[in-house]
C-alpha cells in the first residue's frame, strides 16, 4: 500500500526524463544538421573584384627633430634638449595640438676617429631627439616646416600623405566592387545559360592605399626666401572582394 504512490510518482518522472532527453537529442541533432549552401541543381560561381576611391590627402605626418655634438655625453644631450625645446615650443604655437606631437627617438652615441692599425679613438659624442607631426592643415605645411627650421629643427623627414575618414572611401570602394562582381556574375550565368539566384559569401581581402602622383617638397630660394611648397596629390584606396553566387536555372 506504501509502495503505490511510490510508483505513480515515479512513472510520471521516469516518462518526463525519458521525454527531456528525447527533445535534448533532437535538438543536438537539429544543431549538427547545417543548411544546404546551395540548392541541388545549382551552381557555385566565385568572383574576385577589385576597386578604387580616390582622395585628395587632408592630414600629413612629418617628422623632425634636433642632432647636436659635444665633448661629452652630458653637454650632447643637455644642448639636445635645449634646442629640442625651442622646436617643440614652435610645433605648438603653430597651432598643432599635444595629441598630434609624439617622441619617435632619442639617441646618444660616441663618435669615433679612425686610423689605420689603431683602435677607434672617441671624440666627441652625438646626440638626436625626433618627434613625429601629424599636420591637420597640410595648406600651412609648408610655413610649419620652415619654422621649425629657422627654430633650430636640423632634421625633416617626409611628409606621408594620408586620408583622415578612410572608411567612407572604402566603402565607395566596396560598393564599386560588388557591382563589378554582379556584373561579372550575370555575364558568366548568360554565357551558361543560367542566372544568378543570390549571393552566397562575401569575403574582404585587405584594403591599401596608394598615393597618386608622388608629392614634392622643394624650397624655392631667390632673391626673397620663399615658404617651402607641399602638394598633397591624391591617395587611392582600393578594396578586394572574393564573392560567391549561386547560379541555376
Known amino acids: 500500500m506504501i509502495q503505490t504512490p511510490f510508483r505513480s510518482t515515479l512513472r510520471p518522472l ?23 549552401m546551395i540548392s541541388a541543381d545549382g551552381t557555385l560561381l566565385s568572383v574576385s573584384a577589385q576597386a578604387e576611391a580616390k582622395r585628395v590627402p587632408d592630414i600629413a605626418t612629418v ?27 614652435a610645433i605648438k604655437a603653430a597651432g598643432v595640438a599635444e595629441r598630434d606631437i609624439q617622441t619617435s627617438g632619442i ?39 620652415d619654422a621649425l627650421v629657422a627654430t633650430g629643427a636640423n632634421q625633416v623627414y617626409g611628409p606621408n600623405f594620408d586620408v583622415d575618414d578612410k572608411e567612407s572611401a572604402y566603402d565607395e570602394a566596396r560598393r564599386n566592387a560588388i557591382k563589378k562582381a554582379q556584373q561579372r556574375a550575370e555575364m558568366y550565368a548568360k ?7 543570390r ?29 617651402t611648397q607641399v602638394e598633397p596629390g591624391e591617395t587611392t584606396l582600393s578594396v578586394n572582394l572574393d564573392v560567391v553566387f549561386e547560379l541555376g536555372r
Open 199 to 227: 549571393i552566397v559569401s562575401i569575403s574582404e581581402g585587405g584594403g591599401f592605399g596608394r598615393p597618386g602622383p608622388i608629392p614634392m617638397m622643394a624650397m624655392a630660394r631667390a632673391e626673397k626666401a620663399a615658404d
Open 14 to 36: 521516469a516518462l518526463a526524463a525519458a521525454l527531456a532527453l528525447g527533445a535534448t537529442a533532437t535538438m543536438t541533432a537539429s544543431a549538427q544538421t547545417a543548411p544546404a
Open 107 to 145: 639617441n646618444l652615441g660616441p663618435q669615433y676617429q679612425y686610423a689605420p692599425d689603431k683602435p677607434p679613438v672617441i671624440t666627441g659624442y652625438q646626440a638626436s631627439n625626433t618627434v613625429t607631426i601629424t599636420a591637420r592643415d597640410i595648406g600651412k605645411l609648408g610655413k610649419l616646416l
Open 63 to 89: 617628422s623632425t627633430g634636433v642632432v647636436t655634438q659635444a665633448a661629452d655625453a652630458n653637454s650632447a644631450m643637455r644642448a639636445n634638449a635645449e634646442q629640442m625645446a625651442k622646436v617643440v615650443a
Open 191 to 197: 554565357t551558361l545559360g543560367l542566372r544568378v539566384r
